[in-house]
């Protein structure tokens, strides 16, 4: 495998569910983030890990948890979902460090439906 | 508030011309803008960027183009093909934040038409 991979591609889930995303990246990079994209909207950062150190998290709700046990996995727990979270997931990655930005590498998505 | 402003929703092109698509910025603490391009059922892939030190930056036939003072920027794809047929999104990152938080605009859709 290469680049950032997502799993699932789809999930659908009732409002009481508990589901967990999952992304793997295979660039040795050390920065992970979880974007959520919203029909007509812009992508939309939501959490920001740093060598698995969590460094921003923009104001998402707390049914939304992530986790980084290293720096090639992150995870997005989702439990208690309401319909209009229903979106596309991104996960990307990128070189961390020092005051360069280094571009983000995506992958495909998960593609979330809420009942 | 958007901060990073995509106005063309889509833009249509014969192949062989020229694509120019735009991006407006509100912020005037941004320094660094970069441009994807996204297929459908695929994440975004990195274009190309372009520092904020910098008016130009040419990469094959893609050129990003950045006005500072009309906070504006475009990129120019010379000579379009149909398999640059794409969402194309800019994003900006801003020197007083997080070095590596980026804002994205809502994207252009381009359709080179063969």
């Known amino acids: 495998e290469t680049g950032v991979t997502q799993t699932p591609r789809h999930l659908v889930m009732g409002m009481t569910n508990k589901k967990s995303l999952k992304c793997e990246q295979h660039l040795g990079h050390n920065a992970m983030y979880w974007y959520k994209q919203s029909a007509k909207k812009p992508l939309e950062l939501m959490f920001v890990y740093n060598f698995k150190e969590q460094t921003e998290n923009n104001s998402v709700p707390s049914r939304f948890s992530p986790e980084c046990p290293n720096s090639s996995h992150l995870f997005l727990h989702l439990h208690t979902l309401q319909p209009e979270d229903s979106a596309l997931y991104l996960c990307?990655?990128?070189?961390?460090?020092?005051?360069?930005?280094?571009?983000?590498?995506f992958g495909p998505g998960t593609r979330l439906t809420v009942l | 508030d958007q901060q990073v402003k995509q106005n063309s929703p889509s833009l249509s092109v014969q192949e062989g011309r020229i694509s120019i698509l735009n991006c407006d910025y509100t912020?005037?603490?941004?320094?660094?803008f970069l441009w994807y391009k996204k297929y459908p059922a695929e994440g975004p892939t990195f274009l190309i960027s372009i520092s904020s030190i910098k008016d130009k930056n040419e990469d094959g036939r893609f050129t990003v183009f950045l006005n500072k003072s009309a906070k504006h920027l475009s990129l120019h794809i010379v000579p379009s093909q149909p398999g640059d047929s794409a969402v194309y999104f800019c994003a900006a990152s801003d020197r007083g934040g997080s070095n590596y938080k980026l804002t994205f605009g809502k994207g252009t859709l381009l359709t080179v038409n063969p």
């Open positions: 912020n005037s603490m941004f320094d660094y």
């Open positions: 990307a990655s990128s070189r961390a460090g020092g005051r360069l930005v280094h571009e983000q590498f």
